[in-house]
């Protein structure tokens, strides 16, 4: 196998429309469908998936595919959506490398489908369409795991006619978005010609095409990004900041780059100071086959790029999730700390005199909020991180203008004690966990409130 060692696996993230199927695609990767035999396994990290390259071209039927490819695998990020994808960073942005897309072939593009798009543009990410739900087409007749040529081969010829006109109306949407695209295996330019993968979530038709293509995108676009040192110190993204009984406060975390090793040192992203601790524990999800074992958790001392893991370290508490863990050692501490301090202060948020007040769950998804209500022209006087408080419900109602004495809130909660205050005061709170929702929302509310006061 020519499978460089410096060559670390690609992270992918699915993004696209609710309900179009990106917690299915997810779940039918993960599962046993897309791989059979002597291939080798998929690994479950933590918030990933980890599919390796032997896999996938035994699923495809060409294992003399294999000495072509350079990257040893695919890593799926677990989390859905472009929440996910805005959130995670990396030292160039965003942390996924690869991006799939998923549109319903049945329903087309919708708003969530071109935000997606926008994120990716503006992160220059190389991605792929898949048009799922292609078993939903009247009359298919379903071919379990299938490449979706096979599939297609085995359709009448009504059913394929019904296919390609819903398939060109998703090529044609791309296009009305500034992309052209074409089927697949005739596309030779991923930056402005989008690979178009017919796929069923359910059945698995089309999944090892996804891969394949996938795995063509990462070798064409990525290689330079992909070379990592495999010796050198831990870069990772936050992806969760978990309370695990026994454990206190953990991190769920993709590293990225270099090694991460129990006792390391480590300097973890946060709002104020950075976190500066050391590793106590290196923690894996245990086997299938060891799921009787009490403990859902192994232990481990060393992990390489790229690999999905929690770790557990004293003083966690207001770790970032999206922010950065780096490892340190006395020489280079200083200057890691300065680093991580500058990667959080990076992202902080230019605001208007008056405006709106914006929470977000975490600064990636503060940005990404900020980027659309900036589209919009709607002013921001304050945005910060962290569910919405009773001083953030204060200072919005001190506000004169009404429309801006308002609280728009990206995957947050309010804070208990502050429900109390929202009556009391009538300040508005929008909240929501779809950026366009809580746009069309305030907009709406805008509107009424001016038709009233007319
Ligand atoms: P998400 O909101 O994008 O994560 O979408 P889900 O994966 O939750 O899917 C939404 C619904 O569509 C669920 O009821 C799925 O079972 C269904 N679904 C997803 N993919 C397919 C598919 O390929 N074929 C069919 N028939 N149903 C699908």
């Known amino acids: 196998m020519v499978v460089k060692d410096n060559l670390r696996t690609p992270i992918v993230c699915v993004m696209g429309h609710v309900d179009h199927g990106k917690t ?30 032997s896999a996938i071209v035994e699923k495809c039927g060409n294992p003399g595919l294999l000495d ?14 472009h929440h996910a994808f805005t959130t995670l960073r990396s030292r160039g942005g965003a942390l996924a ?12 593009f919708k708003p ?11 992160h220059k990410t190389p991605f792929v369409v898949v048009a799922n739900k292609i078993d939903k087409i009247h009359g298919w007749n379903p071919q379990k795991g299938a490449p979706f040529m096979t599939s297609y081969n085995k359709q009448s010829e009504h059913v394929r006619g019904s296919l390609d006109t819903k398939f060109y109306e998703v090529v044609g949407e791309l296009y009305s978005n500034g992309f052209s695209s074409d089927r697949y295996d005739r596309v030779n330019d991923f930056q402005h010609n989008i690979g178009v993968i017919p796929i069923s979530a359910i059945t698995g038709e ?8 996938l795995l063509g995108l990462a070798q ?5 990004n992909l070379h990592y040192n495999a010796e050198g110190p831990g870069v990772g993204t ?28 480590i300097v973890v992203g946060c709002l104020g100071e950075p976190i500066q601790t050391k590793v106590r524990a290196i923690l894996k999800p245990r086997a299938l ?77 503060l940005e990404a909020l900020v980027n659309e209500l900036k589209k919009e022209d709607i002013p921001i006087r304050k945005a910060d991180v962290g569910d919405i408080s009773n001083r953030d419900i204060m200072e919005a109602f001190a506000i004169e203008d009404p429309f801006h004495s308002v609280i728009v809130g990206f995957n947050v909660n309010i804070l208990p004690d502050a429900k109390e205050k929202v009556r009391s005061t009538g300040v508005k709170v929008f909240m929501n966990d779809v950026i366009y929702r809580l746009i069309d929302d305030y907009r709406d509310w805008v509107k009424e409130q001016r038709a009233i006061s007319e």
């Open 24 to 53: 299915s695609l997810l779940d039918m990767i993960r599962g046993s469908a897309v791989v059979s035999g002597e291939a080798g396994a998929i690994t479950q990290h933590i918030g990933a998936t980890e599919v390796p390259i």
């Open 68 to 81: 072509k490819f350079m990257v040893p695998g695919l890593l799926f990020i677990d989390t859905p959506g």
């Open 97 to 108: 490398d690869l991006a799939v897309v998923i549109v319903d072939i049945n329903e087309g």
């Open 112 to 122: 969530q489908t071109i935000e997606s798009l926008n994120i990716l543009q503006q």
């Open 206 to 213: 089309g999944i090892p095409d996804l891969l394949m293509v």
């Open 220 to 224: 064409r676009f990525l290689e330079s």
């Open 238 to 265: 936050v992806l969760e900041v978990k309370e695990e009984r026994g454990l206190g406060t953990t991190l769920d975390l993709i590293l990225y780059d270099g090694v991460l090793k129990k006792g390391d040192t």
């Open 289 to 365: 086959s060891e799921i009787n074992v009490e403990d859902k958790f192994k232990q481990v001392s060393k992990v390489t790029a790229a690999v999905g893991v929690k770790i557990s370290a004293p003083h966690l508490d207001g770790a970032l999730s999206g922010g950065s863990v780096r490892v340190a050692t006395a020489e280079t501490l200083d200057a890691v700390v300065e680093e991580v301090r500058n990667e959080v202060e990076d992202v902080q948020i230019d605001t208007d005199q008056s405006g709106i007040t914006i929470k977000a769950d975490t600064i990636g998804s």
